[in-house]
């Protein structure tokens, strides 16, 4: 009888992506986040801050684990930003609905996350690309987000003044740097977008005239 290494059998058949370890703490993350908007309007803040904390975790462990262990999935690779744009923006809409945030913060975050869309829709029907590697900017500007996210709910948890306190401080330093950077990382991106639209029409223009040169060859 002959035998079959299982080494020779390619990694996504041999393990399903929603049981990879980076995708189940992707998904528990997901899970998280209902529990987490029902603890601050419960004004429950210590746990909401808790929450908050284990979610932070989770979104920098399944990044790691998904290179040590060698289990990167496609799925992964769209699960992990839409998780993490559910939890952020949903922190957002609700801190801002309970009076917590200024409106413009919520309304330039969210901005942003709707001109991405359109850019990246106009990008993928122009040139048909889907794969969007987030940039520097935009690695920076979620950073603060989780930042300025977490100085919120530790300031609603310790009850801190709104001045004269290192939290206060940290946390208007935090939102000042995300209202920055979310307006810088919106403009890179659609930026590069374009760039990579002119690019890819450039080739399709060569590769047209090309065949043109071997028609009239021919």
Request: proline share 3%.
């Amino acid at each position: 009888m002959t035998g079959i290494s299982v080494a020779t059998i390619p990694v996504e058949r041999r393990i399903s992506p929603l049981r990879t370890a980076p995708n189940l703490l992707t998904m528990f993350r997901m899970a998280l986040t209902p529990l987490l908007i029902w603890a601050v309007l419960e004004r429950q803040y210590q746990t909401a801050f808790v929450l908050f904390l284990m979610a932070a975790l989770t979104d920098g462990m399944d990044g790691l684990l998904a290179r040590w262990l060698e289990q990167r999935t496609r799925l992964g690779q769209y699960l992990d930003p839409i998780s993490d744009k559910i939890l952020l923006s949903s922190l957002f809409l609700v801190l801002t609905r309970l009076g917590i945030l200024k409106t413009e913060i919520a309304a330039v975050v969210f901005g942003r996350d709707i001109g991405m869309l359109c850019v990246a829709a106009i990008l993928y029907f122009c040139t048909g690309v889907r794969d969007f590697h987030p940039t520097l900017l935009g690695k920076a500007n979620s950073l603060s987000q989780v930042l300025a996210l977490g100085m919120v709910l530790l300031s609603l948890m310790t009850g801190a003044p709104r001045s004269g306190s290192w939290i206060s401080a940290g946390e208007r330093f935090a939102l000042d740097a995300t209202m920055l950077l979310t307006v810088l990382s919106g403009f890179h991106y659609a930026l590069v977008a374009s760039r990579r639209i002119g690019v890819v029409t450039e080739q399709k223009a060569l590769g047209s005239a090309k065949e043109v040169r071997r028609e009239d060859a021919a």
